[in-house]
């Protein structure tokens, strides 16, 4: 007997290990003309669809599991408990590295027995942590630590509206207030494609800076794949769904659709929305009952009573508003949440004249608010939090357009940030003009735009400008351009060098800089390379009188210093804090008194800070939003809690050319109050596909989704897998791609992992890493579950294996000659270079047997690939003819591929040529296997390679990215009397 | 102050002496020693603290399971038995309420509306011993996996590493034994005997 259950399980086990299409197949084959068997294993795999959460919750847990205050979870580390909700146990904790106050959510241990459950949870937790928006509560991370899986949120400081309701119906005003914050937020999660699901007053929390909705999306993780609907599994399921937690607290706000088990999809938001609406203003659920079943019998049959039959003053049109959120059928209900808001708005500002209403202008923190509303009753109930909603009519919303110029744009050609990378326009001391740097006709240059003109006109010996900045005086502007920092004079003239040699460009990285700003004690900007050069991250200036000198010192810990700016009369620089090169989150702004004090951090995962003096704030960028705090400029300190602003500033993720993270925001923010702006969300990494190209060019993409992929990848030893990169806005993960499976894997995301090589016995993967600002040669193992193990601090390019297992070639940390690294047990025992010459050597990479190091190197004025004996002595033999970079050998040794040089549009070849190892060596002709577009077929990377060849050389691995057409952006908003809103949104105590 | 072998013996005691309480102040230590060491393990920090946690689950298990004495072969037979015992506790309760109750053995047990999110009834936990028992008659492998996640209350990883399989196994263990057990104590057609 005990044979057959372990026959019967075996074969199980077998099935599931399949995807479930092929598992018929699999069956009809391993049970042939064994029907009892079929049986069998038909009946257990038919329990799948009750087995989710089956036994996974432990037979016993102690009472008072609740993690401690001082536990760590990865780099968080819990503070205290704050509730438990439906998907677990919320803390409030600290991000370490950040110093930011963070709320955790520890996640219930079933999630991690499923994989298809985990990989669906962090796909949707992906999409959710995208969302960026000030009413929306912000997904930060997802995390595991020590087989405890959690989320990481924005911390929330207020009251859940939930709470509040229990004191009654809130008073219109705020109540429509909340409301347009509400659907402002659905809005936005809805164009970003996430669904709520569970709007409820417990998800929507009141904070000092609006309302908060909580858990977007989360609901669907929450629901195992086979759960249905509520109402078809009630019957059997009932104790399991009440168990969870969660349910019945949300019944009353589901739609009738979510209820009948279908897909939830935005218009089953609009439903709870409405249902919350209704109860913000009556006080009272749109939907009761005493159990489930009648609750759900009044979603599905009965219309609650209209609003303004409990509330008689009630305008007819929210009425009518209530009434077509809650319709039954999702075709009923308006469209979009951001019809809704729009609605809601306009009930607040324009309704009631119809219904003969009063006006009645409030003063309220000093600024002249004109109230429209329906109804004398709720005049007096108007008290706290009608800000945004409510402004003043002097408050304007303009644009000026770039004309004559094509595009404002920074960048010299295509950018993928709006505006370019670089913050393209400043404005003049008096607030009467901007300067910004507009391109037409290919020619980019500075213009000067007055806003009493009709257009703009072009600044002369201004080619090629970027960063502008103007004097104090207003008599000069400023500009980089030519690998220069150069001044005219505004009403025109010939253009002075102020400081040469600043950010040239080709060969070799350059440090350009990153900002530029004028005040009465000089000229200041940062310059930043990938690097480590001495001179490299810092703020520098140059004074009236002299050249141009570092006013910062860089830190271990910070790896640049950018986007400088000053204080009221110039003693003290704000500046942002780099650590990361790819990424978002450990950015921070500090303040330095010069010429010489000790820096002080002043915000942490923020960016390009600038003080406002008129009101007293410092703004700051976070992610696409412009914040803001009141801040003491004397004793550099910040006066409250940031708020956000404005959402969707242009904020540049990268630098065009050297591919570094710039964080510089499109804004200016006048003296006289107005601020200009470009709107556009953050730009995030384009996604690609994971494809092979074989000899011929024909291009095969393999199965799996298309992610944000890192360009460079490795095949292992055993050819069954890809350790590729994936990145997106605050971390760059190493993840395995399985060959035979299709199946994507997650290594780590902690930081930035970049440029993965597998150690020879394929166990594990070495890679550059960058983490808390400092650069490391990292392993990380990749069957075992741990963390990455830093072997040697500092830059490290690393390439290619020597087949004696210790020896490693790579690129020097300046990226510009060939370096060997020499590890011993585990432990980097030295790295040098290999030569030191004038010239650059990049791509290096050992033959199989290890006699040959091939290597691109730009000694004839342009790259050619090279073949030089190791360790030498011997002669380099020029490869390539007619130009070539990214050698990789075929595994036999018997062939070398290259990529020919990049033509004029873009496109490359890949390239075939033939050894004979010798000796002598022989090496034949190179002959052209396929053109390709370089812009779409990522192969080619500097200063490594980042495609793979096939064992047998028949194909080869890379990536593939469909070129989106780049914002072309014509007009910079701008928006009046900016100081009043920043006044009433970030108050300022006296 | 009293070790916590002595706790044990102590408790011990007093549930011979008909305490009821006793069984369910000694989960709390074995639950914690457990974990523990199930966290040590997987942190490497095995040593130091391997006397005390022996001696208590020792105690407990010389006691509440095998009169015989017990020699531990190596680490992944010392979770075994923790969780063993997790189990014993808790089914010896279950039994003992059981009984107080009916003054029977059940004759019916619901489980449509039990999928282990919830604390098993007393019922049910007696059941599943019983299926779990027959499990590991044919699948010992399973069966272990099946103690030490629910009523060891381990992780998957933890799991693995006390039992020194990879994931991937106890993942599938897991499963299977999931849906053997299901199936099993809904009595459904087609009944896989071991």
């Keep these: 007997m005990s044979e057959r259950l372990h026959h019967v399980l075996q074969v199980c086990r077998q099935a599931l290990e399949r995807p479930a299409a092929e598992r018929a197949a699999y069956l009809d084959g391993a049970c042939a003309g064994e029907e009892a068997l079929r049986r069998a294993v038909d009946a257990l795999l038919a329990e799948q669809s009750s087995a989710a959460g089956f036994l996974e919750a432990p037979a016993w847990t102690p009472e008072r599991s609740r993690l401690p205050a001082g536990t760590r979870l990865g780099p968080y580390e819990i503070q205290s408990f704050i509730g438990a909700g439906g998907m677990g146990e919320v803390y409030k904790g600290r991000d370490t590295r950040l110093g930011r106050i963070v709320a955790i959510k520890v996640l219930p241990p079933d999630l991690a027995a499923d994989p298809d459950r985990r990989r669906r949870f962090e796909q949707e937790a992906r999409a959710v942590s995208a969302l960026n928006h000030p009413h929306i509560c912000t997904l930060h991370d997802i995390g595991s630590a020590d087989g405890t899986d959690y989320l990481v949120m924005e911390y929330v400081d207020g009251q859940p509206l939930a709470d509040r309701l229990t004191k009654g119906p809130i008073p219109l005003p705020q109540a429509l ?12 999660a809805h164009r970003e494609g996430i669904v709520h699901r569970d709007v409820k007053p417990g998800n929507v929390m009141l904070t000092k800076s609006g309302v908060k909705l909580l858990d977007f999306g989360l609901a669907k993780l929450r629901a195992p794949a086979a759960a249905s609907g509520v109402l078809s599994s009630l019957p059997t399921r009932e104790s399991s769904i009440t168990a969870q937690g969660a349910i019945v607290g949300t019944l009353a706000y589901m739609a009738p659709e979510q209820l009948e088990g279908k897909e939830a999809d935005p218009r089953s938001d609009i439903f709870s929305f409405g249902a919350l609406l209704y109860e913000m203003l009556t006080g009272k659920r749109a939907f009761e009952g005493e159990s489930h079943a009648s609750v759900i019998a009044a ?53 009631g004249a119809g219904a003969g209403t009063a006006l009645h202008p409030v003063r309220r923190r000093g600024l002249r608010v004109t109230l429209v509303l329906a109804g004398l009753a709720f005049a007096a109930a108007i ?35 709006p505006g370019g990378s670089r913050t393209a326009f400043t404005w003049t001391p008096d607030g009467q003009a901007l300067v910004f740097v507009g391109r037409r006709g290919g020619v980019q240059q500075l213009y000067v735009r007055r806003l009493d003109a009709v257009e703009a006109r072009p600044l002369p010996n201004t080619e090629n400008a970027q960063l502008p900045a103007v004097s104090p005086d207003g008599q000069w502007v400023a500009f980089w351009a030519g690998g220069a920092i150069k001044k005219v004079p505004f009403g025109g003239g010939l253009a002075v060098d102020l400081a040469l040699g600043i950010g040239d460009p080709a060969p070799v990285l350059g440090n350009p800089p990153f900002g530029l700003v004028w005040d009465a004690l000089g000229l200041f900007f940062a310059r930043r390379s990938v690097g480590l050069g001495r001179d490299n991250g810092r703020i520098w200036t140059i004074p009236p009188e002299g050249k141009p000198a570092g006013v910062t010192k860089v830190s271990e810990a910070d790896l640049a210093h950018t986007l400088p700016s000053l204080l009221p009369g110039g003693r003290v620089l704000l500046y942002t804090v780099n650590k990361r090169v790819l990424t978002w989150g450990d950015e921070c702004v500090v303040a330095q008194p010069l010429p010489t004090g000790e820096p002080k951090l002043l915000l942490t995962d923020a960016t390009d800070a600038r003080y406002v003096s008129k009101t007293g704030h410092l703004v700051f960028l976070r992610r696409g939003t412009l914040w803001a705090v009141p801040f003491d400029p004397e004793q550099l300190a910040l006066l409250g809690q940031p708020v956000p602003i404005l959402e969707g500033v242009a904020q540049a993720l990268r630098e065009g050319n050297t591919n570094l993270i710039t964080g510089a925001g499109q804004f200016a923010v006048s003296a006289t109050g107005t601020l200009a702006w470009v709107p556009q969300p953050v730009v995030p990494y384009p996604e690609r596909n994971l494809v092979t190209v074989d000899r011929r060019g024909r291009v095969t993409a393999l199965s799996g989704p298309a992610r944000s992929y ?47 090589v597998w150690a020879p016995d394929g166990q594990d993967l070495m890679f550059t890493w960058l983490k808390d600002g400092r650069w490391s040669l990292a392993a990380q193992s990749v069957d075992q579950p741990a963390a990455p193990r830093a072997l040697v601090r500092g830059l490290s390019w690393l390439s290619s294996w020597h087949p004696d297992r210790r020896t490693l070639a790579g690129v020097t940390p300046n990226g510009w000659d060939v370096q060997i690294a020499t590890v011993e047990h585990e432990k980097v025992t030295g790295v040098q270079p290999l030569w030191q010459t004038p010239e650059v050597e990049r791509w290096p990479v050992f033959s199989p047997d290890g006699h040959w190091l091939a290597y691109a190197s730009n000694k004839s004025k342009r790259n050619e690939v090279y073949v030089q004996a190791y360790p030498g002595p011997g002669e380099a033999r020029q490869v390539s003819l007619d130009g070539g970079e990214s050698p990789a050998w075929h595994r036999n040794g018997r062939e070398m591929f290259f990529l020919s040089l990049r033509d004029a549009t873009a496109r490359r070849r890949m390239m075939a040529v033939d050894f004979a190892p010798g000796p002598p ?23 490594l390679r980042c495609y793979d060849v096939a064992p047998d050389g028949q194909h080869f691995y890379g990536t593939t990215v469909t070129p989106t057409p780049p914002p072309v952006v014509t007009h910079i908003n701008l928006i009046t009397n900016w100081f009043e809103e920043l006044k009433a949104k970030a108050p300022v105590k006296r | 102050m009293s070790t916590p072998a002595a706790d044990v013996t102590g408790l011990l ?29 997987i942190r490497g920090e095995w040593a130091g603290q391997t006397l005390q946690t022996t001696a208590l689950v020792h105690e407990a298990y010389v006691r509440l399971v095998d009169g015989t ?4 072969t190596n680490r992944a037979h010392f979770f075994a ?37 919830q604390p098993a009834k007393d019922a049910q936990m007696l059941a599943l011993d019983e299926a779990l028992t027959r499990l590991s008659a044919g699948e010992p492998r399973p069966a272990k996996v099946v103690e030490l996640r629910y009523f060891g209350g381990l992780t998957i990883e933890e799991t693995a590493a006390a039992l020194g399989l990879g994931r991937e196994t106890v993942v599938r263990d897991w499963q299977v034994a999931r849906l053997w057990l299901l199936h099993e104590l809904k009595g459904g057609s087609g009944r896989v005997h071991a």
């Design chain 2, 13 to 41: 005691i007093a549930w011979r002496q008909g305490d009821a309480d006793a069984l369910e102040r000694l989960l709390p230590l074995v639950y914690t020693e457990l974990h523990r060491l199930a966290h040590g393990r």
């Design chain 2, 81 to 117: 038995v923790c969780a063993r015992l997790m189990r014993r506790i808790l089914v010896d309760r279950a039994r003992a309420r059981q009984s107080q109750k009916r003054g029977g053995k059940a004759r019916h047990v619901e489980f449509q509306d039990w999928l282990g999110r």
């Design chain 1, 177 to 188: 207030e909340y409301a347009t914050q509400i659907a402002d937020a659905l809005a936005k």
């Design chain 1, 921 to 943: 060596l022989w090496v034949g002709t190179p002959h052209v296997l396929f053109e390709f577009d370089s812009r779409s077929l990522g192969l080619s990377c500097t200063p």
């Design chain 1, 710 to 756: 890192g360009p460079a990848l490795r095949l292992s030893p055993d050819g069954r897998r890809l350790a590729v990169t994936v990145r997106d806005l605050t971390e760059v993960g190493l993840w395995l791609y399985d060959l035979t499976r299709g199946t994507l894997t997650r290594l780590n995301r902690d930081g930035e992992s970049e440029w993965p």
């Design chain 1, 383 to 417: 008290g706290a939090g009608v800000t945004s909603l409510l402004r003043p009519a002097s408050i304007a919303r303009p644009s000026v357009d770039v004309r004559p110029a094509d595009e404002l744009n920074t960048d010299g050609g295509p950018s993928a940030t």
């Design chain 1, 299 to 351: 979603i599905l049959e009965h219309e609650p009573a209209a609003v303004s039959s409990l509330q008689p003053v009630t305008p007819p049109a929210l009425d009518r508003l209530v009434r077509r959120c809650l319709a039954k059928a999702p075709d009923d209900r308006p469209d979009t949440a951001h019809d809704v808001a729009d609605d809601v708005r306009w009930l607040c500002e324009a309704s």
């Design chain 2, 69 to 72: 004495q017990v020699s531990w």
